[in-house]
C-alpha cells in the first residue's frame, strides 16, 4: 500500500494576490487537477495537507474523496506539512509519494510509473528523472519514518537533505515529460504551463 500525500497548505505568496490552489486550470482549478491525477493513479489511499485558507478548500472539495490534514504550523516551512501528512497516513501503508500542489500537469501516467517502479525495484527511495534533473513526485519508504521526523522543520533544503544522505537506495526513474520539474511558483509559470491545459484536454476529449 502507498499513500500519497498532496502538499497544499502554504500561502502562495509568490503568487500573490492569487491563490494557487484555485487558480483556474482547464474546467476546474489547479489543486482539483493534481487531485484528480492522483485518484486516477494506482496510490491506495491520498491524504491533502491544508493551512493557509483550509476551511474554503476543505468546503471546495469535500466531494472529491480524500482525506484532509490540517497543518496549523504551516509558515513554518514545507517539512511541517510532510511530517503532519506522514502522521495520518495508513498503519499498513508501506510508502508515502509527496506531491506538490503546483505540478497540475504531473499526470496518473507518470505517478504510476513511479509507484510501478518502486513496487519492482529494489530501492528505498524513487525519484522521477527527466533530461538527468530529479523531480516531483517521488516516493520513499516507510522505513524513513522517523527520520523524516527528526528533520528540522526550516531546513532550506527539506526532504533534499534526506535523499542525498541515501544515495545508494535511490531508484531514478527517467520520464520523457518535463512536467516532473515544472511547477507554479509565478504569475510567469502559471501563464506558461496553462497555455497547455485546453489543447491537451481538447486532444484528449475529456476534462479534469
Known sequence: MISGILLAAGE???????????LKWGTKTVIEACIDNLRRSRLDEILVVLGH????LRERLAAKGVQFVINPDYR???LTSIKRGWSEISPQSEA????????PT?????????VTAFWKGDKKIVVPVF???HGHPVILDREFEQEV???EDAAPDGLKTLIHAHKDDILEVPVNSSSVLDDIDNPGDYERLSRVVEPFYEHHKWHP
Do not use: C
Open 12 to 22: 502562495s505568496s509568490r503568487m500573490a494576490p492569487e491563490f494557487k490552489p484555485l
Open 53 to 56: 485558507r483550509e476551511a474554503e
Open 76 to 78: 513554518s516551512g514545507m
Open 149 to 151: 521526523m527528526r528533520l
Open 131 to 133: 533530461e538527468g534533473k
Open 106 to 114: 504531473v499526470t496518473s501516467s507518470i505517478i504510476d510509473r513511479v
Open 96 to 103: 508515502v509519494m509527496i506531491a506538490l500542489v503546483d505540478q
